[in-house]
């Protein structure tokens, strides 16, 4: 084995995409480890990417289409027979109903964007107006409140002197470059500050200088408080929000009436301690910031992404060092178009970044109503499983017309489909994530294959070609005309893709798998997977040409596109493709006169609403509050089907109070039963002094099934939480479900 070579390529557990290395035995990844020449994660790696061979070997990996019989079993069939049947079921929900009742969920995990890339084409060829995926159930209640004050930020938790997480436990879940490293030299530095509010005592929690231990869902309170002390004390940064903030005197009058007392009491922190917090922030030379779901998916969202916002906004704490920084992504995302709402078709529940609230899914399904979906595309992703109220959703699959399912293994989901396509791993295949936000030089990394496919699957960029070839959408002889002129030049290419593309918004559409069947062929080392890259590289190169410049990359025009596409194609490392510095961040605020606007009616009406609430929503019958979905060492996202991968706390244990524990009469190790509105579930329980009295955590990444070892039967490890969440439980204003604030009950069994 000492002879065998290291191949290049990321992890692709979490958005940081750390680079590694990996060693082969036949097809077997038996070896792996950081890489220490990746641009950006430079050797860095967490435990986990270690046993990614779960992912790539288990028994979970399908080998053949799969098609559904009347009686709800699957046969296989030839891949022929299955793109003919998919291209046929979609093309008979089109012209029954519309291709606007035809919804697409999914576009890639952490690490598997591409295909997300080219599914526009199988959308356009059968006129899907509508989609969803992950970010719907978690992010776009920030998205929709960095689009009204005009940023999506980052924190330089590299150079902050105050560092802030809230809901936010990167110890496991990373998210920030060299987490556990950067988290420790913020721990160790004397004249820096660590600040987390988290309602159990985290990891990250452990390391910090200040704990604010907020009871569960009580967020609201806390962060209203904060900014009510940076206001009554005068620690706003006056010059900055006169010179460069819109909306501050309104703002501050809707601030007005909080009584940082009463809110203290309410979230249950000692005032003395908000009122310390608040000063650190507002006293320090530079705070950067980082919300996460612990506040996402909990009691009002929306509201607490503004109130997070504004700590930093009123500090001054924006395009400078060790601040809120907004990098120059290769596809930016996390901030929504502000305007009018767009909604969904039945609920009329609002579309924020073009994405359907995944909550009102099964509602649009099941409503048989004008407009509700007939039909899902569903590519690297598992909804059933993931998404709130499973129950429902296996009725609202049921009740489809036509459903497809694009993923490497037969999920929960896949097994209600009509046809399942086997798609080739990432590990398998030319991939890539959009999640760039290093600063200042941020990093793209094209991830070459490092095996052959598997026998039966296919790369997804084949699968939309071939879609789209079925549904009649490729015209061969444009294909060849543009292969032919890309194999002169490529310059000259540009020239006549652009042209024949141009002006013909479904042609624009088309325009990735075009890419891949005229331009793949020529690319180097049969990269024709990474061809939609092209076109991402060259709009990135008219938009941000000077900080691709900065970064090294020469050009002039269209050539600096090429020479972008050229290094990412090339580069196994990563390339940085862009360098900038804190202030160029200014050019990515999208308001009109370039300030940051704090001026948003919405959560005005929001905030004076939050003292006429329900403190909590706890009741008689569900005293306890329940995360469903807490980051531990040993969790993932669901492509770890196999429960082996994980070398501690592999049934998913329900962490509970000692207080709590003692009070019902429940021991380390017992067993209980779980009972939320949604459901109910046994689970073996872990009695745990980092948990406050009143709250239980189940872990994210259970409750998958996975073949035994006669592949006939399935086994199941661990609580899959969304048996406990429900549908109508959710932000009224985003329509995130509230994973982590799920009332509850938990008995001894």
Known sequence: MSNQPWHK??????????????????????????????????GYTCEKALRLNHYQNGRHRLTSPMRRRDDGTYEEVDWDTAIAETAAGLKKVQERYGGESILYYGGGGQGNHLCGVYATSTRAA??????????????????????????????????????????????????????????????????????????????????????????????????????????????????FVADKVNGFDEMEASLADIDVATYARNCGIDENLIREAARRIGNAASVAIFEDLGVQMAPHSTLNSYLEKLLWVLTGNFAKEGAQISPAMMVPFGIAKAGAQKKSPVAEAPIIAGLVPCNVIPDEILTDAPGSYRALIIESANPVHSLAGSSTWRKAMEALEFTVVIDVAMTETARHADIVLPAASQYEKWEATFFNFEFPDNVFTLRKPILEPLPGTLAEPEIHYRLCKELGAIDEKMVAELRATAERNRLEFAAKFYEMTAGDPTMGRLAPVLLYAALGPTLPEDAAQAAALWGIAHTYAMKHPAAIKAAGIEGDGPMLGENLFDAIISDRTGVVFSRTMAEDSWDRVKTIDGKLNVDIPEMFELLAAVPTMPIDMTSEDFPLVLAAGERRSFTANTIFRDPDWRKKDKAGALRMSVADAAAMGIADGGMVRVTTAGGSMTTVVEVNDSIQSGHVTLPNGQGVDYPDESGRDLELTGVPTNELTYLGHQDPFAGTPWHKHVPARVEAM
Request: proline residues 3%.
């Open 9 to 42: 390529t990321v992890c692709i557990l979490c958005e940081s995409n750390c680079g590694v290395e990996v060693r082969l035995d036949g097809r077997e990844l038996v070896r792996i480890r950081g890489d220490k020449e990746h641009k950006a994660s430079a």
């Open 126 to 239: 059968v006129g899907s107006r509508y989609r969803s995926s992950a970010l719907a159930q978690e992010k776009t209640g920030e998205f929709w409140v960095n689009a009204h004050i005009g940023v999506a930020t980052r924190g330089d938790f590299a150079n902050a002197e105050v560092s802030v997480f809230v809901g936010k436990n990167p110890w496991h879940s990373h998210g920030i470059p060299h987490a556990r490293r950067t988290l420790k030299e913020i721990a160790n530095d004397p004249d820096r500050t660590m600040i987390v509010i988290d309602p159990r005592r985290t990891e990250t929690a452990d390391l910090a200088d200040v704990h604010l231990q907020v009871k569960p869902g009580r967020d609201v309170y806390l962060l209203a408080a904060m900014v009510k002390v940076l206001l009554d004390e005068d620690l706003v940064d006056r010059r």
